[in-house]
């Protein structure tokens, strides 16, 4: 399965390297999983700025204005599940990340979405239940069992991997429950 990994942050100085190369090293190394990272520090997108909704420009059968925008979708379009690790700014997810999920319509459709967040108190676990309303809104098919990282900087050791014991499985599960979910949707897509 094509797994695009979405990392939340891009601000100068960010903390959560530890979280997402924690992600990226695990899929990766799992065999099952062609990995597409997204730094949305790299990915740099505007603001979204087009004069329809990305759900109306297909059904309109019209093209984005934006080749940044254009080419973003066309990505997301390649993928066949979702990880999204997201902080937590102000009980919510960062808006770079709400941006990006903005800027797509139907290619973000019948894809599974799994979450892993990082934050201090409460792990992120508040931008994880603001990021699955949107995703649900945007089509997305969720999975449970989101991983939250408490004071995620000493939630790992010196290795880059987490102290709690369990952590690990709980990130293979969370593959696993991609994969049944990819198998079920696109099983359904083809006989539809
Ligand atoms: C604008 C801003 C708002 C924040 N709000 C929260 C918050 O609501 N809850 C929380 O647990 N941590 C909050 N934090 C602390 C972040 O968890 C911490 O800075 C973390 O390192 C952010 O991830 P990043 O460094 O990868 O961007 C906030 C940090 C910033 C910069």
Do not use: C
Request: charged letters at 25%.
């Amino acid at each position: 399965m094509k797994l695009m990994i979405i990392w939340g942050s891009s601000r100068q100085g960010r903390g959560g390297g530890v979280v997402s190369d924690w992600v990226k090293r695990h899929a990766e190394a799992d065999g099952r999983l062609e990995v597409d990272f997204v730094d949305l520090r790299e990915l740099n997108l505007p603001f979204f700025d087009e004069p329809l909704s990305p759900f109306t420009l297909a059904s309109e059968n019209k093209d984005y204005t934006n080749a940044e925008g254009k080419a973003w979708a066309e990505r997301v379009g390649r993928a066949e599940g979702v990880l999204l690790i997201t902080p937590e700014y102000n009980h919510g997810p960062p808006a770079v990340l709400k941006n990006a999920l903005d800027w797509v319509g139907r290619e973000w459709l019948d894809k599974p979405v799994a979450f892993v967040s990082y934050g201090s108190t409460a792990g992120g676990a508040r931008a994880v239940e603001q990021l699955r309303s949107i995703t649900i809104e945007l089509g997305l098919i969720q999975v449970a069992n989101p991983i939250h990282f408490f004071f995620y900087r000493q939630a790992f050791g010196e290795d880059g991997e987490p102290a709690h014991p369990g952590t690990n499985d709980n990130l293979k599960k969370m593959f696993d429950e991609l994969l049944r979910l990819h198998g079920i949707f696109s099983a359904s897509k083809n006989q539809a």
